[in-house]
């Protein structure tokens, strides 16, 4: 199982980025795609979620409203579309997904997801 997470950069409060998660085809055909995020001397935290076929996905309260989980399929890609950025997004950003079926109120749990990408660093600064 292969995660490739890509996208991330230096830029300024209020400026956007796109992460990207590339998968292996096998890797893509699971059922859930999440996003967490680990700052330096944090724990690493949730950041968003897609369960496949679920019409909402799910987000942490910091980042709802302003970013944006989606998948490709036909590409076998992720996206976390991060808009008004923040000095306190600043952190790694890590794709994840799982070997099998998370229940909904499991989504926002690390230890659920099975494989990971190497991460990709976001830095928002003036």
């Known amino acids: 199982v292969q995660l490739q997470a890509s996208g991330g950069g230096v830029v300024q409060p209020g400026d956007s980025l796109r992460l990207s998660c590339a998968a292996s085809?096998?890797?893509?055909?699971?059922?859930?795609m999440a996003w967490f995020r680990q700052a330096p001397g944090k724990e690493r935290e949730f950041v968003a979620a897609?369960?496949?076929?679920?019409?909402?996905?799910s987000y942490a309260d910091s980042v709802k409203g302003r970013f944006t989980i989606s998948r490709d399929n036909a590409k076998d890609t992720a996206y976390l579309q991060m808009n008004s950025l923040k000095p306190e997004d600043t952190a790694v950003y890590f794709c994840?997904?799982?070997?099998?079926?998370?229940?909904?109120?499991?989504?926002?749990?690390?230890?659920?997801?099975?494989?990971w990408g190497q991460g990709t660093q976001v830095t928002v600064s003036s």
């Open positions: 994840a997904t799982s070997a099998g079926w998370i229940i909904l109120s499991n989504v926002r749990s690390s230890p659920a997801y099975d494989y």
């Open positions: 085809r096998r890797t893509f055909e699971r059922n859930v």
């Open positions: 897609l369960r496949k076929g679920d019409s909402r996905p």
